[in-house]
């Protein structure tokens, strides 16, 4: 792995927006103020953090369906209870939040049988795209899409056999450029561990074309 230390150059973790599990744990460890009888007006009681479960969530919301090894099935919910999903993981460089993924099935008899979506950095080399290797398989190049607060969007279609290389494969390698040092590269680990049970999972929510 390169040497550049890309996270820290970025502040990775207020640009992407990520959700890191530290912040949970700080807000837990932070002082207890003293009790205050129940009673008392114009005082917030909190409220508790965490990824919502579905019960919790209402229309509209994402909320966290089950874990496969670091992935996650995220699900958004509808009135209809078709609730959509998607097979996510953030990705790390050590300790240092850099990108994350989020997967999902795609309807039957196209090119496509998954499609993705990665965020990077707003700080990424745009012109240099990223790479996806799979258990040290020659890379593919993929361009990015657009940039927006959250980071630098690519939209990734993948094949029915680059599905089956993910399900088979102990781990993928996606590289990214970082813009302030463009003769060096950031390659960061997809692990493969669950990635079978989550994708079937997620595909099981795909929408089925209309008859």
């Known amino acids: 792995m390169s040497k550049t230390h890309f996270p820290r150059l970025l502040g990775l973790a207020a640009g992407l927006g990520l959700m890191l599990g530290s912040a949970g744990a700080f807000a837990q460890e932070a002082a207890t103020p003293p009790a205050v009888a129940t009673?008392?007006?114009g005082l917030s009681m909190g409220v508790a953090t965490g990824p919502l479960?579905?019960?919790?969530?209402a229309v509209g919301d994402t909320y966290l369906a089950k874990n496969f090894?670091?992935?996650?099935?995220?699900?958004?919910?509808?009135?209809?209870?078709?609730?959509?999903?998607?097979?996510?993981?953030?990705?790390?460089?050590?300790?240092?939040?850099v990108a994350e993924i989020s997967m999902f099935g795609l309807p039957e008899g196209g090119q496509a049988a998954a499609g993705a979506t990665v965020i990077v950095p707003l700080q990424t080399l745009l012109t240099a795209n990223l790479t996806i290797a799979?258990?040290?398989?020659?890379?593919?190049?993929?361009?990015?899409?657009?940039?927006?607060?959250?980071?630098?969007?690519?939209r990734?279609?993948?094949?029915?056999?680059?599905?089956?290389?993910?399900?088979?494969?102990?781990?993928?390698?996606?590289?990214?450029?970082p813009a302030a040092a463009p003769d060096q590269?950031?390659?960061?680990?997809i692990s493969l561990k669950g990635f079978t049970a989550g994708f079937d999972s997620v595909n099981a929510t795909t929408p089925k074309p209309a008859n």
């Open 53 to 57: 479960t579905q019960e919790q969530a």
């Open 69 to 97: 090894e670091l992935w996650e099935q995220r699900c958004v919910k509808t009135a209809d209870g078709a609730d959509p999903c998607q097979l996510y993981q953030l990705l790390k460089d050590g300790e240092n939040s």
């Open 39 to 41: 009673e008392t007006p």
């Open 156 to 177: 990734i279609g993948f094949t029915g056999e680059e599905i089956t290389q993910f399900k088979k494969g102990a781990k993928a390698v996606m590289t990214i450029v």
């Open 185 to 189: 590269k950031v390659n960061v680990e």
């Open 134 to 154: 799979i258990d040290g398989t020659q890379p593919k190049i993929y361009p990015f899409t657009f940039c927006a607060e959250i980071g630098c969007i690519a």
